[in-house]
């Protein structure tokens, strides 16, 4: 093999071409970089070590797949949020509406949140009947012809909880399609449609809906049990990122949701132009209630979830503490400019230990 020595002038002009082109690449970087202020909020809004939370659909036996991705840490560019909603919070406990509240909310366009209290348990109430609409799907993702299956509303089957915020009902000995039961429960919260579904659905898919998101499945005779804001929102997360159910059934069920009828909670403050799906549910007796709610919020192009979940001596109080806390979210979330850095009130004159309707206003 033929080797040939290269003079040491171009070793050492080559050195000086490539110094030079490094340089000339670094200021273009500096140029043409984004700024770090620019970085997208899901990477800069994070702390450097906040880890990221893969929640994983579980009950398969070679697949594992995600459902949600979100930073484990609460996102520090919702501190001005955070102390909105905490103030909200205290202001209507000092009003006597609420004995205590909390709230978890996300933002869905980068997964980032932020929770006050949001690990206190609460009893779900009416929450779980969006546990029933999602089993009643994954059940008709193997019997295709199950909506239009008819029961007939009997005396025998007459149950159904006291509610405070009744719409709707179905009507004794009239028989009705699984689909408009399932309208009936979710639109208009009817305890009786709830009770004919409960009675002829699979009770199998139903806990594994609570296992396959990675929660404790319940015992369906414990009238004791509890779950948290974080916890329950995982099923409208579900929903929303359609990786549990299919596209179609998922897009299903928000529709629905998208048409209850309860109006003076979460949605009360919100414009009728922005669409929410949202679920509310009570219970209690005496001097303790509790009142709850969770919902989409699809506001321009920045949705996001909110779930507020309340105790007090009166429910017709605590929707009134609902609809504060969020009217304190929406406005955070509507307001003009909110790359500016927020020092100040997010919610100006706010209403002071407002006074519930002396009607429940359903539209």
Known sequence: ???????????????????????????????????????PAIVAAEKPDCKYNLDRLHGYKYVHPIFSVEPECESEKYSVLKSEVTSVVESEKNCGNISSASVYFMNLSDNTWMSVNGREQFH????????????????????????????????????????TFNSKTIELGHSYTIKDLLHSMIANSDNYAT????????????LTAFSDIGLSRPNLKDLGYTINALNYSKFFRVLYDAGYLSGSSSEYAISLLTQCDFKDGIVQPIPATVKV?????????????????????????????ITIMTTGPDVNKQKVSISNISRAVYEYMNAPLRTAPKTGPIVENMPKCRQPATSNSFL
Not at 8 to 17: E, K, M, N, T, V
Not at 197 to 205: E, F, Q
Request: hydrophobic content about 40%; cysteine-free.
């Open 277 to 305: 799906a949202h679920k509310f549910g009570e219970t209690g007796f005496g001097n303790t209630h509790e009142l709850h709610e969770s919902a989409i919020v699809f506001l321009n192009n920045s949705p996001y979830l």
């Open 124 to 163: 779900p109430g009416s929450l779980l009947k969006i546990v029933q609409l999602i089993t009643y799907l994954k059940m008709s993702e193997t019997d295709p012809g199950l909506f239009q299956k008819k029961i007939q509303f009997r005396k025998d089957e007459v149950f159904g909880m006291p509610q």
């Open 195 to 206: 009770t004919l579904l409960s009675n002829h659905m699979d009770t199998t898919v139903f």
């Open 1 to 39: 093999m033929l080797r040939k020595s290269i003079p040491a002038r171009f070793l050492i002009l080559s050195a000086l071409l490539g110094s030079a082109v490094t340089i000339g690449l670094f200021f273009l970087y500096q140029k043409y970089s984004v700024p770090d202020n620019e970085i």
